[in-house]
């Protein structure tokens, strides 16, 4: 395997590594977001009720 | 029943994509004049692809929005921006790294680059603004007509290859002018399935999001009310 080979496969391993650590960071970000909406949701929803009582 | 489609068309595409995977690693020739970059084509095009089209999602709930005035569609257009945005970045990461290896350079400031990083501006533009508006009727109308209007960047962003007075680096369309080999086919459109089945996934946990949000803000003003 020549060296401009090698340039090349450690290139297209960078592209394939960016394009997964984009999507895996996008879904990491999203499960974030839901755990901090639902946590509000429920602090919300109790608050409601014990005012309500 | 919501968490059930959105596992299964998680699993699906992953399942996909991983099976892709194979078949471009391992199983189709390598392209004789680029070498094994050329593989980045599999991502960078479908990635692309991906992103155009829940643009054009975004743009329906959009003008949905605009004529209803119904938060369902804002919804759905938020959901649809966030998740082509996301793809448009991976199209433009894995070209800047092709383009280094094939041209030299990282970027080059020539019609389809340009007008590609422009519309990924425009609607990361269109996600920084809607926070800064409090007033949910403004802030959807205000991201509507900027949905609309980033759109119409994307006919420049195809149109950029194709007219002949329009300087560009970009190789041109390879799929209506039979460039592209037809052993190549199956894992070029195989990945674009499994990057809309991915984005269907994303833009489903997205949209219960909105909900849940907009839930939130009521639950805020019956507290204030109380």
Same mark, same amino acid.
């Given at each position: 395997m020549s060296a401009i080979d090698i340039t090349n496969l450690h290139f297209l391993f960078f592209g394939y590594s960016a394009a997964w650590l984009i999507m895996i960071g996008f879904v990491f970000l999203l499960v974030r977001r839901s755990r901090r909406i639902d946590r509000e949701l429920s602090r919300l929803k109790s608050l409601v009720e014990d005012k309500e009582k | 029943m919501r968490d059930k489609t959105v596992y299964t068309l998680g699993i699906l595409g992953t399942l996909l994509l991983l099976y892709n995977f194979f078949q471009i690693f391992l199983v189709i020739p390598i392209d *004789?004049?680029?070498?094994?970059?050329?593989?980045i084509i599999f991502i960078h095009v479908p990635a692309a692809f991906t992103a155009f089209c829940f643009y054009g999602v975004a743009v329906v709930g959009s003008i949905a929005f605009l004529m209803t005035k119904n938060f369902k569609w804002d919804s759905m257009a938020v959901s649809a921006v966030e998740v082509g945005t996301m793809f448009t970045l991976v199209n433009l990461a894995t070209g800047s790294i092709w383009g280094r290896v094939e041209?030299?350079?990282?970027?080059?400031?020539d019609a389809r680059m340009t007008s590609q990083l422009m519309c990924f501006l425009l609607y990361l533009g269109y996600l920084i603004m809607r926070?800064?508006? *409090?007033?949910p009727q403004q802030r959807g109308v205000m991201s509507a007509v900027l949905a609309i209007f980033a759109a119409a960047d994307i006919p420049i962003v195809f149109m950029a290859i194709r007219l002949h007075n329009v300087r560009t680096q970009h190789p041109g369309p390879v799929l209506e002018t039979g460039?592209?080999?037809?052993?190549?086919?199956p894992p070029f459109f195989g990945d674009w399935v499994a990057f809309m089945l991915l984005a269907s996934a994303m833009m489903l946990v997205r949209l219960h999001q909105e909900s849940s949000s907009r839930e939130i803000d009521s639950l805020r003003r019956e507290l204030h009310a109380i």
């Open positions: - | *004789a004049l680029q070498g094994n970059i050329f593989r041209w030299g350079i990282w970027w080059a400031w926070p800064a508006i *409090a007033e460039t592209l080999a037809p052993v190549y086919l």
